[in-house]
């Protein structure tokens, strides 16, 4: 069985040849304003374009815990938007991560990645302003992606 590889580097260059999937944990509350969100947005206008739209249009759209939204930034790269974190701020209700969430959305990327024959390319999701614990997060990437033959590179932003 495959692993995840992981590199040093920045996840908004991903590495290798083919079609390539760029994900990422967003907020469920239209926020889009720290965090690797600036390195995307900093690399491509779409993906923030997109998801701004998808949180402002949410009544008549599936946008909530567990969705993704695919943006093509390039004609091989995309941009998958994943709402893996409820509200921005730490508090009495704990870290804003929610696992199940993140669970679900890699459920509905793995299919994304197998109909586009993508690579999927992260940094560490749910585990920076999110609060997530990578021990957590890293079964659950294990479980819905590497397992069906997805190839997964985690990047680890270096100095």
């Known amino acids: ?18 079609t390539k999937i760029v994900a990422h944990v967003c ?11 600036l390195a995307l947005s900093r690399r491509w206008p779409q993906p923030e374009a997109a998801y701004r739209r998808w949180h402002r249009e949410r009544a008549s759209n599936d946008f909530g815990l ?13 941009v998958a ?6 509200g921005i701020r730490t508090g009495s209700k ?10 679900a959305a890699l459920d509905r990327l793995a299919g994304h990645a197998a109909e586009l024959r993508a690579s999927v390319h992260m940094p560490r999701i749910g585990c920076g302003l999110a609060g997530g614990t990578w021990s957590r997060v890293e ?11 997805i190839a997964v590179t985690v990047y680890d932003h270096g100095k």
């Open 27 to 37: 907020n469920d509350i239209g926020g889009w304003g720290k965090g690797f969100v």
């Open 139 to 149: 079964p659950l990437i294990m479980e819905r992606l590497v397992r069906r033959g």
């Open 81 to 86: 938007n994943m709402v893996g974190q409820r």
């Open 66 to 78: 567990g969705a993704v939204q695919l943006v093509q930034a390039e004609p091989y790269v995309w």
């Open 1 to 18: 069985m495959s692993e995840i590889t992981y590199v040093r580097g920045d996840a908004t260059v991903p590495s290798g040849k083919g």
């Open 94 to 103: 704990g870290v804003p991560v929610r696992y199940e969430a993140i669970d």
